[in-house]
């Protein structure tokens, strides 16, 4: 029976000794998210974020926009958020109302605020395996998570799904810069199992139900950054839990794995900028 990953748990620690490390501060950071548009989903993202920084007394703000908000009118907002030195942590929360360009409006981000690391700068320089300002949340999260737990990354064949900025690419090129062997799959991807089966670890960031214990090497590692409802209305993520369960030796369950990860990361991030910046 696989262990868990527990990301609830390692949340809690990590955020205890921020909190510890923000009351020293005489100044505390200031998060501000842009949110356009009503996706729920996006709503409780931001909500959390929210309420996770207000809990380590970190300033936040969520600005709301209307899903008929022009990119005129967000590249603005994130001009003047750049200038004003109280505000030390930008996130644009993705995805944007279709009409707009994320690449424009990531792009107007100043790297030095730029909380998840999605700007060319940040990006550019993950992708030339040195160091960003900060890293993406999720990947990091991950990595957070994988190491909590000892699983060792050197040498070993990792298989990403999913290609996305947020999640997929980066995470490839973190499990790469630790030396892993990285395979990354995605929607065209054939025979997906035979590419699962050499597997050591498996991050799944499909958002469908793709993975089952059939298709995985014994003892491997499973990640499952999938969050959705299934036909019951029951939140599950990418992978079978029950028969992945039998064969991997560790799998991060869905909800309590990845997520609560995600946020830690992004006030992990919120204080690196804040001290980086000071
Ligand atoms: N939407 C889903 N995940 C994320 C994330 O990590 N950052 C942003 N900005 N938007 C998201």
């Avoid at 892993?180 to 597997?199: G, R």
């Avoid at 799944?204 to 209305?233: Q, R, T, W, Y």
Wanted: with cysteine; net charge neutral; charged share 25%.
């Amino acid at each position: 029976m696989a262990q868990i990953l527990d990301g609830k748990k390692l949340r809690e620690k990590i955020l205890e000794g921020l909190k510890l490390k923000l009351d020293k501060f005489p100044q505390k950071p200031t998060l501000v998210v842009i949110l356009a548009g009503d996706n729920p989903a996006s709503k409780i993202y931001v909500n959390n974020k929210k309420k996770t920084a207000e809990r380590l007394g970190i300033n936040s703000q969520i600005i709301n926009y209307p899903e008929n908000v022009t990119e005129t009118e967000l590249l603005t907002k994130i001009k003047e958020l750049n200038a004003d030195k109280l505000i030390t942590a930008i996130l644009v929360q993705l995805p944007l109302p279709k009409h707009i360009s994320k690449e424009n409006v990531i792009n107007a981000i100043s790297p030095d605020k730029d909380v998840d690391g999605f700007t060319p700068y940040n990006f550019g320089k993950l992708f030339s395996g040195v160091e960003p300002i900060v890293y993406p949340c999720t990947p990091k999260g991950i990595m957070l998570l994988l190491d909590e737990y000892n699983i060792e990354l050197e040498g070993k064949h990792a298989v990403v799904i999913g290609r996305s900025n947020i999640v997929g690419r980066p995470m490839a090129q973190m499990l790469l810069n630790r030396n892993a062997t990285v395979t990354v799959c995605h929607s065209h991807t054939k025979n997906l199992a035979d590419i699962t089966k050499t597997a050591d670890i498996v991050v799944s960031a499909a958002g469908k139900n793709v993975i089952e214990g059939k298709m995985l090497k014994p003892d491997c590692v499973v990640v499952d950054v999938g969050i959705f409802k299934d036909e019951n209305g029951k939140t599950r993520g990418d992978a079978d839990f029950e028969s992945v369960s039998q064969i991997a030796s560790y799998i991060s369950p869905v909800p309590g794995g990845v997520g609560p990860m995600t946020i830690t990361s992004l006030m992990l991030n919120t204080v690196e900028l804040f001290e980086k910046n000071l």
